[in-house]
Structures are given as structure tokens and as C-alpha cells.
């Protein structure tokens, strides 16, 4: 997949286009992304999804932003994996938010991009002050010489709308079914491992200390999980586990999340590896303890619940997912 910025934009090859966040780049995502690569084949285009750095409400209101579903590198190598052939990346800052909704039709769409196919969700707004919506581009694709312009409806699980909010919701409920079932996939984290303060090689249970991207993941506990090992000559290898997402209350007042990763019988050197985290079971709440004696049984109780989970036949990650369909 090609990544471009507008500084490098040409508009030798015309575009089919969708625009958005795409935050997770859940089922949703992928059945719009699906539908770009179709017109693309079908018109002779250049299939191309747009996004953002940051999210528009990090930088509008970073109080008020949604926590992340994936990094900047998770979505772009997630956009790669549906077969896209380019993503347009937005540096979106003050200038960027400026920009007048027909200014960001008339130069950007049209001239920069030369977008000739416009696929946008049901909900899209865009431009200063969210002024634009699809009725005004509707106004423009019934311009002579514009681009063609389709609306996709919500798309549904049973009823349930997916969204990158639904998912963040489930992940902070501890559902981590209902949000692989609106994801497609079991939901993941991924950074380098890092040194940390070897607690847990001291109290018996030797852990992963995974590099966090960003400061304020979606979930937090205690989990059942499997990593790959992404600079492994088996990347695709899952190798099972117990890990610890939070503040670690037990062992400071304060401080940021951390990801710690107790992997079964492992004792290879991975420092500076990047390890994908897959989120399969939560196990517990974070809880603080009174002393490290309480703190380590209870790690060696989850270890055996997570290894319990690993033995059970129908284990959740093998119950079929939903009928999918498609709600105006």
C-alpha cells in the first residue's frame, strides 16, 4: 500500500475514494474499504482511503477524545491488509480545520486528489466547523465533470450497529467477544518490548514489558491472551499467556498504563522485539493488594485460570461469528 501526504499529492492517477478515522478498522471499515477496491476495478481507478494524524478530537478537544483503538502504525498496517492501494494521511491541524467545506471539495477532492468515485458513511460531516455533509456533495456530484458519489448505510450486526464507539465500549466492559464479533478479528496491541523493573522475574512469574503508544488504552485488567512476535521467523506463531494491562495499584500509587505479558513456558531474549498482543478472555479487574506475597498468589491463581482457558474444547474464539447485514 502506498502512503501519501498532501505535500506529495499528485493527481496523475484518478482516485477512488473513502474518507474517515478508521479507528480499528473494524467490519465496517472493511465492507466500505471492500467497496472503494470494487468501483476502483470496475472504473479503471486508483482505490484510496483517507485518514488522519491526529484524530480531529484530539486536536479540537483533547479532553474530550476518544481513547484509541489503534496507533497511527496498527490502522495504516490494518488499512495495507484489506488490499488498499493507497492511504491518504492528513496532518490535521489548525490550517487543515479551516478549510471551508466547498475549499475542501474544489481543491482537495477535486484538484489534489482528482477523485472521480466518493464513497462516505451515512453520518460524514467535513470541513470548518463540520459544515459540510452529504447533501452538499451530492450538490457537487450532480455538477457536470464531478466525481460519482454513493452513501453507505450503517452496517449491522444483529441489529447492532459496529462502530469504533460500540467497540471502545465493549473493550472497557471487559466483552471482548462482542468487540472481536464487530472487529472481525480478536482485539490487539502492539509495541517493542522494553526494559522494565523485573518485578515479576522476582516473584517467579517473568514478564514482557510492552512499550504503550499511547497513554490511555481502551481496556484494563487482567487477561487471557496470545503474541505473536513480529520480528520472529515465525511471525504468524501465537504463543499463549496471562497479561496485565493498568497502573499496577499494588506497586505504585500512580502512573501510567502498562502492559506486562507472562508467556507459558518461554524463555527466550525478546528485548526490542515487537510483540502483538491478542486479547482473548478477561480474567479479573486490577486490584491492589496489601503486600507482594498476596500479589503473587494471586498472578499464579490467574496463570492457572489462563491456562484452564487454553485446555477448555469450545474455547469463545471458535464460536462463529454473526450474520452480518446492512441497516439504512
Not at 482505490?47 to 477524545?65: G, I, K, N, V, Y
Not at 462516505?120 to 464531478?146: C, E, T, V, W
Not at 518485578?199 to 514489558?209: C, E, M, R
Request: charge should be positive.
Amino acid at each position: 500500500m502506498l502512503i501519501t501526504r498532501r505535500a506529495a499529492s499528485t493527481a496523475s492517477q484518478p482516485l477512488a475514494l473513502t474518507i474517515g478515522n478508521f479507528d480499528g478498522v473494524h467490519l465496517g471499515h472493511q465492507a466500505m474499504l471492500a467497496q472503494v477496491k470494487q468501483a476502483a476495478e470496475r472504473l479503471g481507478l486508483t482505490s484510496c482511503a483517507m485518514t488522519f494524524e491526529p484524530h480531529p478530537r484530539e486536536f479540537l478537544a483533547p479532553d474530550q477524545a476518544p481513547v484509541r483503538l489503534t496507533s497511527l502504525r496498527e490502522k495504516l498496517s490494518l488499512l495495507a491488509k484489506t488490499g488498499i492501494a493507497r492511504a491518504q494521511l492528513i496532518h490535521f491541524n489548525l490550517a487543515f480545520a479551516s478549510i471551508p467545506a466547498s475549499t475542501f471539495i474544489s481543491r482537495i477532492l477535486r484538484r489534489e486528489l482528482d477523485v472521480r468515485w466518493l464513497l462516505i458513511g451515512d453520518d460524514f460531516r467535513f470541513g470548518a466547523n463540520r459544515s459540510g455533509d452529504r447533501m452538499l456533495l451530492q450538490q457537487y456530484a450532480a455538477q457536470a465533470d464531478s466525481f460519482e458519489l454513493e452513501i453507505m448505510p450503517s452496517f449491522c450486526i444483529n441489529g447492532l450497529r459496529v462502530s469504533s464507539t460500540a467497540i471502545r465500549e465493549a473493550l472497557a466492559s471487559g466483552d471482548l467477544l462482542l468487540a472481536k464479533t464487530m472487529l472481525g478479528r480478536d482485539y490487539c496491541i502492539s509495541g517493542r518490548v522494553v526494559d522494565g523493573d523485573k518485578l515479576g522475574k522476582k516473584i517467579g512469574f517473568p514478564t514482557a514489558n510492552i512499550c504503550l503508544e499511547h497513554n490511555h488504552p481502551p481496556l484494563s485488567g487482567i487477561f487471557v491472551v496470545e503474541v505473536t512476535d513480529q520480528d520472529s521467523q515465525q511471525p504468524d506463531r501465537r504463543l499463549p499467556g496471562v497479561a496485565s494491562l493498568g497502573t499496577r495499584p499494588t506497586i505504585r500509587d500512580a502512573g501510567k498504563p502498562v502492559l506486562e505479558v507472562h508467556l507459558f513456558d518461554f524463555d527466550k531474549e525478546i528485548y526490542g522485539h515487537r510483540l502483538c498482543v491478542h486479547f482473548l478472555h478477561k480474567l479479573r479487574d486490577e486490584a491492589k493488594f496489601a503486600d507482594l506475597g498476596i500479589l503473587t498468589r494471586q498472578i499464579a491463581q490467574d496463570v492457572v485460570d489462563a491456562q484452564q482457558f487454553f485446555l477448555i474444547k469450545n474455547i469463545k474464539r471458535n464460536i462463529p461469528l454473526e450474520v452480518y447485514s446492512f441497516h439504512p
